[in-house]
């Protein structure tokens, strides 16, 4: 029986959705604007890269070809020749978001539905009530931040009054969330998951998607780094997702990453987790010779949406998909004949785009059936015909929405 290994490469859009303007993302394109940086030269940086953007194995996936479907333009450097397997298109979200839940739910099968809320761009941006309960309620001195801001700078803006006072830094984005930073040891670790519990609870009145733990140490503001204890504490994901429909059937899932927070810890079985991208990579790489036949590995590469799409970083980000090209081999060495292979995105964060949020982007999908002829998909009507094609390729029951894409040349 195959298998099936998706993985999202976080933040990787392909050109603006069909209603990126509701979004005031009209023109933003991650991968296409990257390429054409590095061919523009302005994705050099001494030390780390120059160039053309080089991402060989990708491409020979159709990686060029997918944005040449969402967009119209072949980005510079890419080709149009792709690997006789090579499974190649993009698509559109359904949904009303932009952030990394609904890109998730949708992949997975099933979109969200409805309008999550939102906070003004302005300071205080929550509503007062919202405040005074999370204060009460997790007994805290008050809280600081209360705007729209990305976490590395309010971090750095804000950590030394945080130490000073104990108050929490409180603050959210263009997305549906309430994200509360906090020193690790000087608030503790456990508390913070505690205080984002609370906030979880009260932010339920409001439509939030999320609450997110940001945990960080150092002693000042030159020192200042976010740890990898992030925790998400989302709304529970729509029923007949892919997890719940392998779940169903008894398969083995392995999550990788960010996905079992991203799912609420629902059907998404042996939850794995890395510091990095590299060492997320080095477990996938360890635990898909183990993954039973029909098993399902659902990975979420998170480091180009908050280490360079956030931080507006387009070196950055040529670099890091420059490194995860580079160990494409190693994951489909891991492959059985007949397993399937799936990368694709959730959602844009163009790094040359204005503000610090993500973006409402197409995004692309790559791969391959190991020993079998692939083709091109085209471009599809919803993030969930990514997942009714894994549940199809593992002979699993539909999920809740979209139609499987057929290979063909």
């Known amino acids: 029986m195959p298998r099936a290994l998706l993985l999202v490469l976080d933040s990787l859009g392909c050109g603006g959705a069909p209603d990126a303007a509701d979004f005031g993302d009209a023109g933003a394109d991650t991968l296409g604007h990257i390429a054409q940086a590095c061919a523009d030269g302005r994705g050099d940086r001494d030390g780390l890269r120059s160039g053309a953007l080089r991402i060989p194995h990708l491409d020979a996936l159709g990686l060029g070809l997918a944005c040449e479907r969402s967009t119209g333009a072949l980005p510079p450097g890419f ?34 539905i409805g309008r999550l809320g939102l906070f003004p761009a302005t300071t205080p941006c929550f509503p007062r009530e919202l ?7 997790a007994r805290l001195p008050g809280v600081i931040g209360d705007k729209h801001a990305a976490g590395v700078a309010i971090v750095e803006e804000l950590g030394e009054e945080h130490l000073r006072t104990g108050k929490p830094i409180v603050y959210t984005s263009a997305d549906s969330v309430i994200q509360i930073a ?11 998951y505690e205080t984002c519990r609370i906030a979880r609870r009260i932010a339920n009145r409001w439509n939030v998607g999320r609450v997110i733990a940001r945990p960080f140490v150092g002693t000042g503001r030159a020192d200042f780094r976010r740890t990898p204890r992030r925790k998400d504490f989302p709304i529970p994901p729509p029923p007949g997702n892919l997890l719940d ?3 169903e059937a008894g398969r083995a899932v392995l999550s990788f990453g960010k996905i079992g927070d991203i799912f609420g810890h629902r059907a998404t079985g042996e939850e794995v987790k890395g510091a990095s991208n590299d060492a997320l990579i080095d477990l996938v790489c360890a635990r898909m010779p183990t993954l039973p036949d029909g098993g399902l590995a659902f990975a979420n590469l998170v480091d180009l949406d ?21 160990r494409t081999p190693e994951i489909e060495a891991t492959l059985r004949d007949g397993d399937l292979l799936i990368v694709t995105a959730d959602h844009g964060n163009d790094p040359t785009w204005r503000g610090t949020d993500h973006t409402r982007e197409n995004v ?6 190991r020993g079998r002829r692939g083709g091109d998909v085209g471009r ?13 390729h593992l002979g699993l029951a539909a999920p809740a929405a979209g139609a499987a894409c057929d290979f063909r040349d």
């Not at 692309?364 to 059936?369: A, C, D, R």
Request: a negative charge; glycine letters at 10%; aromatic letters at 10%.
């Open 79 to 112: 080709t149009r020749a792709v690997r006789r397997d090579a499974i190649y298109g993009c698509a559109i979200e359904t949904a009303l978001g932009k952030d990394t839940p609904s890109g998730h739910w949708e992949i997975a099968g099933a979109p969200f």
């Open 131 to 137: 405040v005074e309960a999370l204060v009460r309620e």
């Open 182 to 192: 906090a020193h690790e040891d000087a608030f503790g670790l456990e508390r913070l």
């Open 245 to 247: 429909r392998a779940a």
């Open 306 to 326: 908050t280490d360079f799409g956030h931080r507006r970083d387009v070196a950055g980000y040529a670099a890091g998909l420059e490194a995860f090209d580079r």
């Open 364 to 369: 692309p999908i790559v791969g391959f059936v």
């Open 380 to 392: 599809r009507a919803s993030f969930a015909d990514i997942g009714q094609t894994v549940a199809r």
